[in-house]
Structure formats: C-alpha cells, structure tokens
T-cell receptor
Framework: NSKVIQTPRYLVKGQGQKAKMRCIPE?????VFWYQQNKNNEFKFLIN????????QIDMTEKRFSAECPSNSPCSLEIQSSEAGDSALYLC???????????FGPGTRLTVL | QQKVQQSPESLIVPEGGMASLNCTSS?????YFWWYRQHSGKSPKMLM?????GEKEEGRFTVHLNKASLHTSLHIRDSQPSDSALYLC?????????????FGEGTQVTVIS
C-alpha cells in the first residue's frame, strides 16, 4: 500500500483565490511527480522533482501554477489564482531513484466555484 | 495529441467472465507500460507492468506486450464485482529525464452479477 500522504483531501476555492496542496513522499522516494486528473479522466503531467530539483515541467505559461519540494518539508503545488477549469483531482506520485514504479497518494480534489 | 490510446472506453463483463482491454502508444521512445486500476473516488493503484515482448501473468491478470507495435493488452479472467473500476494504461520512457507517465483515458469496467 502506498504511503504517500496528501493534504488536504478536499479543497474548495472561489475563482481568483489561491489553492495550495501538499505531498509527503513515501520514505526513500526522492522523485516526486504531480499529475492532474480532470473529470473526463484525462491525466496531465504537471511537474516532477528529484530531491529539491525540478526535472521536467509543463509550460506553465500563465505562471498560475508553482511547485516546490524543499528539504525537510512537504512538497507543495500552488495555484495562484484559481479558475473553474482547474477543478480536478491533483495526484502526487513518488518513486525510488532506480526503480520506475510510481506510487500515488490519495489525491487532493480541488473544486473551484 | 493523445499519445496513449485505450479501447474500449467501457466494458460490461458478467461475473466469472473474461475482460480484455487494449492500449497503444504512438511514442516510439516508450519502453515501459503500466496498468493501473482506479476505483471510484480512489487514487490509481499499479496492477502490472511490462517492458519485454511477450506475456506476464499474475493471478487472474495477464498482460501482453508487442514492442514493435507498442501495443499492450490486459486480460482479467474470472472477473469479480470488485474488479469494477477504471483501468488506466500508462507508458513511460524510463531512459528519459523524468520518467513521467503518459496515461490513456482509461477503460471503465463494470462486472455484473
């Protein structure tokens, strides 16, 4: 069973509000991924980290999305100014350095009213 | 563009029957396929992975992979009501920088008694 912790489980925001969610990786998993699953079950890779360094990210041109994985603190994903289209399940997945399987946390379900 | 295609979109299977799901990637860099199962309201859980040509069996689940065509299939025999879920196929380029997963949109399996 996955030991990835995500908080909060549910998040409700008004349009324009900031939304922040956190992820604590499974112990021994230095690689962290964020995915967005919309109501049509479409997954979008957002960003991933190895320790504190960004490995790859989508073009967050609007700069509304930001993420970090500081040392000795939970990883976080933040949406600066939420839009209705951001309503989705945000999933954090982590893995070991030399093993490809990703383990998913329970997700944060964001609803933007 | 959608790089991982799954079919069918949905499947109804009688209890005790066989469910067959298909998945194809259009990305020639892919070298690993994953099958995840996601029950309603839950996060994806990895069922099986495959990277070599051929077949792999674990209990009631069998996966096939044809690397030349980048096609994989998942077969569930003796289907149970607890198998009712969204089945997601994902592909990764494990030699790539991030190893991110590219998901298909899933096959919704319903097992009826």
């Amino acid at each position: 069973n996955s030991k990835v912790i995500q908080t909060p489980r549910y998040l409700v925001k008004g349009q324009g509000q900031k939304a922040k969610m956190r992820c604590i990786p499974e112990k021994g998993h230095p690689v962290v991924f964020w995915y967005q699953q919309n109501k049509n079950n479409e997954f979008k890779f957002l960003i991933n980290f190895q320790n504190q360094e960004v490995l790859q990210q989508i073009d967050m041109t609007e700069k509304r999305f930001s993420a970090e994985c500081p040392s000795n603190s939970p990883c976080s994903l933040e949406i600066q100014s939420s839009e209705a289209g951001d309503s989705a399940l945000y999933l954090c997945a982590t893995r070991q350095l030399n093993y490809a399987e990703q383990f998913f946390g329970p997700g944060t379900r964001l609803t933007v009213l | 563009q959608q790089k991982v295609q799954q079919s069918p979109e949905s499947l109804i299977v009688p209890e005790g029957g066989m469910a067959s799901l298909n998945c194809t990637s259009s990305d020639r860099n892919v070298d690993y396929f994953w099958w995840y199962r996601q029950h309603s309201g839950k996060s994806p859980k990895m069922l099986m992975s495959i990277f070599s040509n051929g077949e792999k069996e674990e209990g009631r689940f069998t996966v096939h992979l044809n690397k030349a065509s980048l096609h994989t299939s998942l077969h569930i025999r003796d289907s149970q009501p607890s198998d009712s879920a969204l089945y997601l196929c994902a592909a990764s380029d494990t030699g790539g920088l991030s190893g991110k997963l590219t998901f298909g949109e899933g096959t919704q399996v319903t097992v009826i008694s």
